[in-house]
């Protein structure tokens, strides 16, 4: 089963995936969604942490550090900095951060990453501007360029319609969407900058 949920309270969504496990739905990874395999019930602990490494040992160590302490990570791409365990000896303790800085750390980390990228982003706002980048006129009809388009009939028509309307999308909608992207990114960034400072209080 796959889910799709989107969550900026990693607590929360550890809460979730608990509450999953109970029902019978045990995650097996997450890359575009959450993807679930269905089993028994049971009381399962699920964690998460945010880091990225630019070396492969450097996370294997990490990787084989929280299997010494009872932890399993699930396979989920590693790139992508969100790393989630789930407990798989009894014995472990029920949180993969030794103290309260240290769990409070992983929002920091993903703060610092979305807003860097947001403060490095946002002159592209102003070069579109600038260039003129920035459409206008939000009449799709006015995104289509092949000459005589809205004159052909029939085959000819959908030929050449279906054709350009990739390229019109992208010429109307790539500027905007990139700018959204952009104003995301830093939401995301100053949203996990307040949990941060709550939770490091």
């Known amino acids: ?38 089993g028994e019930p049971k009381n399962t602990i699920y964690k998460i942490d945010y880091r990225k490494f630019k070396r492969k040992a450097d996370f294997m160590d990490y990787e084989m550090m929280f299997e010494d302490s009872g932890w399993s990570r699930l ?21 993969i951060f030794s103290d309260q800085q240290s769990k409070a750390a992983r929002y ?11 403060y490095i982003s946002i002159p592209l706002i102003f070069i579109f501007y600038i260039v003129d980048m920035l459409p206008t006129n939000f009449n799709p009809v006015n995104w289509y360029l092949t000459p005589g388009l809205w004159d052909k009939e029939g085959v000819s028509f959908w030929f050449a319609f279906l054709f350009e309307t990739p390229f019109a999308l992208m010429r109307g909608l790539a500027v905007y969407f ?15 900058k307040k949990h941060y400072e709550k939770e490091a209080a």
């Open 1 to 38: 089963m796959r889910r799709f949920k989107f969550f900026t309270d990693l607590t929360k969504e550890e809460q979730w995936l608990n509450e999953m496990a109970r029902r019978g739905y045990h995650l097996m990874y997450r890359s575009l969604g959450y993807r679930f395999k269905k």
């Open 75 to 95: 396979p989920c791409p590693r790139r992508n900095g969100h790393q989630y365990f789930e407990r798989i000896d009894e014995r472990a303790t029920e949180d």
């Open 108 to 118: 920091k980390r993903i703060s610092d990453l979305y807003l860097t990228q947001f």
């Open 178 to 192: 990139l700018i959204l992207t952009i104003l995301l990114c830093g939401a995301y960034g100053l949203r996990a």
